[in-house]
Each structure stands twice: as structure tokens, then as C-alpha cells.
């Protein structure tokens, strides 16, 4: 099993920026990618990036070019860097683990709050 804990959400202004950070523990020789899904009130869970083991990212295209993935294999740490951020961007965000031959693993959400 993995475990995650997600930091770094918060209040923010309309085009300010923020740096969400999530950490894996356990198995982590069983993550095959990391990503940062997002989920504002009365709406679906949505992938907002995504990064494989060999750093290849993926992004939504509401974000692109305002948010950037990073991750730290060393520390088993993946970062979200957010500028340029939007009301429409709040939500809680959550990191996520894809493993091989096991289910997904989930942290338990940082609150973003962009205000207009």
C-alpha cells in the first residue's frame, strides 16, 4: 500500500500563485505515475495533471500553461506549482497514485480557495 499526504492549498487572490506538494510512503517501488485531481462543489472529480515515472506529464486543458507538475523520484514527493490561478480553479485537490497491480491510492485533499 501507499500513502499519500497532500500540503500546500489555501487562500489566494485572482492571479496568485500556489505550490501543492504531495508525499508517498509505504510501497512506493509501486507507483507507475502521480497526479493532482480536483473537485469543486456539486462538480466530478477531474484530472488536472498527471506524471509518469519517467517525468512524461499530462495536463488539462483548462490549466495548461498556468500549472506545472514536478516530481522529486528521491523523496517520492509530486509538486503542483499554480500561478496565474482563477476562481474557477477552487476546489479541494487531491493527489493520487497510480500502482501496478493495485487499486489507485488517494490523499485526503487540500482545500484551494481562489477569491475574485
Known amino acids: 500500500q501507499v500513502q499519500l499526504v497532500e500540503s500546500g492549498g489555501g487562500l489566494v487572490q485572482a492571479g496568485g500563485s500556489l505550490r501543492l506538494s504531495c508525499k508517498a510512503s509505504?510501497?512506493?517501488?509501486?507507483?507507475?505515475?502521480m497526479g493532482w485531481y480536483r473537485q469543486a462543489p456539486g462538480k466530478q472529480r477531474e484530472l488536472v495533471a498527471a506524471?509518469?515515472?519517467?517525468?512524461?506529464?499530462n495536463y488539462a486543458d483548462s490549466v495548461k500553461g498556468r500549472f506545472t507538475i514536478s516530481r522529486d523520484n528521491a523523496e517520492n514527493t509530486v509538486y503542483l506549482q499554480m500561478n496565474s490561478l482563477k476562481p474557477e480553479d477552487t476546489a479541494v485537490y487531491y493527489c493520487?497514485?497510480?500502482?501496478?497491480?493495485?487499486?489507485?491510492?488517494w490523499g485526503q485533499g487540500t482545500q484551494v480557495t481562489v477569491s475574485s
Open positions: 493520487n497514485a497510480d500502482l501496478y497491480f493495485e487499486k489507485d491510492s
Open positions: 506524471i509518469t515515472n519517467r517525468r512524461s506529464t
Open positions: 509505504g510501497n512506493t517501488v509501486s507507483i507507475k505515475s
